[in-house]
């Protein structure tokens, strides 16, 4: 049983920064893919970012692309998600997650963290 863990989260102005980080209990963590999620209120779970653990290959959804960066430390079996220029929109509950393949869809993740609150405020 991989057990995730986010931390990072919290308040922050329009335009500033956030680093997310979810730490990973599961040894054979640098095969995985790991990916961020997140859930605004009302609206359903999307995709943000997903990083393939050997080769290191990333993938982000258009919404985050070039203000977002996912990254991973494999002997601290932890990936982050540096987050810049944030905006308003961008509030919502961040998720980690992996599995052995990795994707844009939710049903590719086997384990998944308890989520960290990031509020934007405008």
């Known amino acids: 049983q991989v057990q995730l863990v986010e931390s990072g989260g919290g308040l922050v102005q329009a335009g500033g920064s956030l680093r997310l980080s979810c730490a990973a209990s599961e040894r054979t963590f640098s095969r995985y893919a790991m990916g961020w999620f997140r859930q605004a209120p009302g609206k359903e779970r999307e995709f943000v970012a997903v990083?393939?653990?050997?080769?290191?290959?990333?993938d982000y959804a258009d919404s985050v692309k070039g203000r977002f960066t996912i990254s991973r430390d494999n002997a601290k079996n932890t990936v982050y998600l540096q987050m810049n220029s944030l905006k308003s929109e961008d509030t919502a509950v961040y998720y980690c997650?992996?599995?052995?393949?990795?994707?844009?869809?939710?049903?590719?993740?086997?384990?998944w963290g308890q989520g960290t609150q990031v509020t934007v405020s405008s």
């Open positions: 990083i393939w653990m050997i080769g290191g290959s990333t």
């Open positions: 997650a992996t599995g052995i393949y990795g994707s844009r869809g939710e049903a590719d993740y086997a384990y």
